[in-house]
């Protein structure tokens, strides 16, 4: 084994690239996009250094042309399932024993290849099978998970370098062992470097990993499997299987190697997770890590004195960038009085600008919504609202899925507080603006507060500073992330740690060190250079 205290590449942040009009990257991306689009690949599950084809397929498809076949991927039986956490765990002692300086080149090496030869691909199977624009897909795919990448290498160094005081005759050390098991990550289609992160942020802590993308995010999760592939991620390090969600974590969960789960996904889903860990804890080796991303009713809260055009464009941004299918995205506005005819009036100019259609043309803003479930749950919440006494729809309200799943960016005011939009996460481009009275701020603050069961993202527009610390007090435990004049989404790795709590997670904060801790078994070493010889202590001597 090679000797030396390693230094890593000090970790920065990739720069987003423009896509301006004639720059090499728009060339470079669309050239990507059209090859992708009319191709169609055939995507197996990967256990160990086999490919695992069933026979039993599903298509891949864009949202935003979804009858258009990009490709198709095969489900996976229990069977399969069980052969992969057992090829985990066969791959587990020789991979937690690679020096973390090995482990940590291969990751770096990925961030390269995303940063370089893969960027155009991986930002171009981000657009079709998410149907982002090309922003979102570059400050997705591309820089997000460099990123993530680049700084949890460091993160790593930094947490094996926290070591304890020692004397000069006990020498104290800790080692952060991997988790003794496997880890078992579930990752969600809207963001893909969430759906690298979760599997690679184990991984790099010595762990093996069982990893099961999203159905909807198959087409770039290939992208990301390759990438690992070219960078020297051993076989048997990540298995990833495709199929039965439900089927898929009840094997895992019976495994009683299971070892921790790091998850992105909805709410309801995760506390089904916790309850079936729970009923199963007797059968395992270790307690669990549980790790979780949920969702969030994220609200953006002007103060009188805030700037409307900087509030309005917080909406905009906010609610509607990628169709407000972030977990971050701003679904709740609390408007006061004073400003509600300005703001209102600049809203409407705004949308009334905005293009939706294929991320293929990068004049569009919106683009469609994932699936068709996704679509009928927020055409019905659209219809609803349309016949409610205390909702109005200002803006939008259309809706189309004959070629794609559309869903104009909505914005409904409503008179009633506690109305089923302002407190019901849709996921989707619908806001519900609440405008309250003026004298009324302090309660609003409360409002806020006590509205949501989530407590994820939030933004405060004001250029009052006593209304700014007076909302950072009272809104403290409602959102994990919370923003100063600015939009509620858009956290950046080693800059905004990401998570929330209440019914929106664990708040383990991905892109930080917090996360990385949550995968390392700490072991203390204590050792005597002059052991004593007799038992009896000085007191002894009366």
Request: charged residues 20%; negative net charge.
């Amino acid at each position: 084994m090679l000797k030396g205290f390693f230094h890593v590449p000090k970790a920065v942040n990739e720069p987003v690239k423009s896509y301006a009009p004639n720059s090499p990257e728009k060339a470079k991306v669309l050239e990507a996009y059209k090859k992708m689009w009319n191709e169609t690949i055939d995507v197996p599950s990967y256990i160990g250094s086999e490919e695992i084809r069933t026979g039993n397929t599903r298509n891949m498809t864009a949202p935003h042309d979804h009858q258009h076949v990009v490709g198709t991927y095969h489900l996976v039986e229990k069977s399969h399932v069980e052969k992969a956490i057992a090829n985990c765990l066969e791959n587990r002692t020789k991979w937690a024993n690679m020096a973390w300086e090995q482990r940590a080149a291969i990751f770096l090496k990925a961030a390269e290849l995303i940063a370089g030869p893969y960027r155009a691909r991986i930002n171009a199977a981000t657009m079709i099978a998410q149907s982002k624009t090309i922003f979102q897909a570059e400050i997705d795919a591309s820089c997000e998970l460099i990123d993530f990448l680049r700084y949890n290498v460091e993160f790593m160094t930094q947490i094996y370098n926290d070591q304890p005081t020692s004397v000069s005759d006990i020498w104290n050390r800790v080692e952060y062992r991997p988790l003794e098991g496997f880890v078992y990550a579930v990752t969600p289609f809207n963001f893909t470097a969430i759906a690298a992160n979760l599997p690679a942020s184990a991984a790099m802590m010595g762990n093996v990993v069982l990893w099961k993308p999203s159905d909807s995010q198959v087409f770039s999760a290939k992208v990301i499997i390759d990438i690992f592939k070219e960078a020297g991620l051993p076989d048997g390090v990540i298995n990833v299987v495709f199929g039965d969600a439900a089927m898929i974590s009840d094997t895992a969960f019976a495994s009683p190697d299971f070892a921790g789960i790091h998850y992105t996904g909805s709410t309801f889903i995760f506390k089904e997770i916790w309850k079936k860990i729970g009923n199963n804890i007797h059968n395992y080796k270790t307690y669990p890590r549980i790790v979780g991303e949920t969702g969030g009713k994220d609200f953006i809260l002007a103060h009188p004195s805030a700037n409307v055009k900087q509030v309005v464009t917080g909406i905009v941004r906010g609610a509607f960038e990628f169709q407000g299918q972030k977990c971050s995205a701003a679904s709740r506005a609390y408007i006061p009085q004073s400003l509600w005819n300005d703001v209102k009036s600049k809203l409407l100019s705004d949308l009334q600008s905005l293009k939706m259609g294929s991320p293929e043309d990068f004049g569009n803003f919106i683009t469609a919504v994932i699936h068709e479930a996704s679509f009928d749950k927020l055409a019905s919440y659209i219809d609803q609202a349309k016949k409610d006494a205390d909702a109005e729809i200002i803006a939008g309200g259309n809706y189309d899925k004959s070629k794609g799943y559309f869903i104009e960016p909505t914005v409904i005011v409503t008179t009633n507080p506690k109305y089923a939009t302002m407190e019901t996460e849709l996921f989707g481009p619908v806001i519900t603006i609440y405008v309250y009275e003026d004298s009324k701020w302090h309660e609003t603050l409360q409002l806020v507060d006590g509205t949501s069961e989530y407590a994820l993202t939030g933004a405060v527009f004001s250029q009052d500073r006593y209304a700014i610390e007076e909302a950072t007090v009272a809104l403290q435990n409602c959102a994990g992330n919370f923003y100063i004049n600015d939009k509620p989404t858009g956290a950046v790795v080693g800059m905004q740690p990401f998570g929330g709590a209440r019914a929106s997670g664990t708040n383990d904060k991905a892109g930080s060190m917090q996360n990385l801790l949550r995968w390392v078994s700490p072991r203390t070493i204590k050792e005597t250079f002059v052991t004593p010889e007799d038992y009896r202590y000085p007191f002894l001597g009366e």
